[in-house]
């Protein structure tokens, strides 16, 4: 992207360093994570939870564009900068209008088809931004025109769901999340990546949001309680769960990984990064929304909330979400690791196995013990990865400097 276009776009040119603008674009994303949290624990059922797991596959969607855009050309100067801003005025207006995505709150504008037209005008940016990016580049031009049809399916099946209500409003937003995903996939490999590296970091740190929303999440809830023993413990428990999760992402892996897609050429490094970032780490970030809705939950039956006493059980679906939550992690980083690097963790496997298996026994015990057995199963999994893995972690380690 040389001049005379340089004041309009500049290339990253393997450059690695995510930009302050990108960090700033995310903060709009805790936000739209709180929001489905709280709109999880309003409506802990069945169709509440899948309710926003459809919310977080659209808004996830809305961010990976962006991914890919600011890996090819620097997000933070020329007409990228703004497009950024106006960008982020879209996905902030969705995040306001989560609570009534699906269900029209009374007066005003129609909620679901103002987060539809948001969703639209967020991925229309996103296309217009990299044609303009592709001008000299046809392969990547053809593939922004490939790309297209599933975002307009997406967007009009969105719109369609606005008009009705239900089991048919809940099957046309999993028609356009579907059209959308399997469009992607059909529409080919002629995206470019700039920097594996910075590709990498970017989504590593989406994952740091999404475990600060979490923390953000119990904090609040018990925000306005007096303070007590029990809060206390209860919270040092609730971060030590989300700690493991950091731990479980970046202690190492998150380097094996990163070099393994840096290594990678081709159409095998565009299908490593969609198929292991794109894709893959979607589910984590489920995962840890629905560990934060269990988190909220728990804080909330210790603090006392709805007239909870301390020797109250977490059960039902908020207890599914918190240990269910954590196993999808641990699950989707297996795939991710498995795809991206060849490395296969069994053990993690048999850990969301054992948290699947605890949830009958841990809705019969206090909410405080539930948040104990499952920080403990998740510091003993580090502890035997931590001692089996030493020889390789140090080499790694030794290796990047630290």
């Known amino acids: 992207m040389a001049t005379p276009r340089r004041a309009r776009l500049e290339a990253r040119n393997g450059q690695n360093s995510v930009t302050t603008l990108e960090l700033f674009f995310d903060l709009v994303f805790v936000f739209a994570l709180t929001q489905v949290t709280d709109l ?3 409506e802990p059922t069945g ?8 919310i977080l596959t659209v808004l996830w969607w809305s961010w990976v564009g962006y991914s890919w855009l600011s890996n090819v050309v620097k997000a933070d100067e020329g007409v990228i900068r703004v497009a950024m801003f106006v960008a982020m005025g879209g996905v902030f207006v969705a995040a306001i209008t989560i609570p009534e995505s699906f269900d029209d709150l009374p007066g005003g504008l129609s909620g679901p088809v103002v987060f539809a037209a948001c969703y639209f005008f967020v991925r229309a940016m996103h296309i217009l931004m990299f044609w303009l990016v592709s001008a000299g580049d046809p392969v990547l031009r053809r593939q922004v025109l490939r790309f297209v049809p599933s975002m307009a399916a997406g967007t009009v099946l969105l719109l369609a769901a606005s008009q009705a209500s239900g089991a048919l409003q809940t099957w046309l937003w999993v028609g356009a999340i579907l059209g959308d995903y399997l469009g992607t996939m059909l529409a080919g490999t002629g995206w470019r990546l ?3 590296a910075h590709f990498a970091e970017r989504h590593g740190l989406i994952i740091i949001v999404a475990l600060g929303e979490s923390i953000v999440a119990t904090g609040i809830g018990i925000a306005q309680k007096p303070i007590s023993w029990p809060i206390i413990a209860a919270s040092m428990l609730a971060l030590a ?4 999760l950091w731990w479980a992402y970046f202690d ?7 070099r393994a897609l840096h290594a990678a050429e081709g159409v095998r490094q565009i299908q490593l990064a969609r198929g292991g970032y794109s894709f893959l780490h979607l589910p984590m970030v489920i995962g840890i929304i629905m560990m934060s809705l269990g988190l909220k939950k728990a804080l909330g039956h210790v603090a006392g909330d709805e007239d909870y006493t301390l020797s109250d059980p977490l059960y039902g679906l908020p207890l599914v979400a ?4 954590t196993a ?9 690791t498995r795809l991206v690097a060849g490395v296969l963790k069994w053990e993690r496997v048999a850990v969301a196995g054992v948290l699947v298996a605890l949830v009958p026994p841990a809705s019969m015990m206090p909410a405080i013990g539930s948040l104990a057995i499952l920080a403990a199963v998740l510091v003993v999994m580090l502890a035997y990865e931590t001692r089996r893995y030493a ?3 140090h080499e790694i380690r030794h290796a990047e400097g630290h």
């Open 40 to 42: 999880m624990a309003d």
């Open 241 to 244: 769960v989300s700690a493991a």
């Open 252 to 258: 190492v892996t998150a380097i094996i990984t990163e």
């Open 194 to 196: 700039a920097s594996a």
């Open 328 to 336: 999808l992690f641990l699950l989707a980083h297996v795939a991710f």
């Open 47 to 54: 169709t509440g939870l899948f309710r926003g797991a459809l």
């Open 391 to 393: 020889e390789q972690r």
């Open 322 to 325: 918190l240990f269910g939550g």
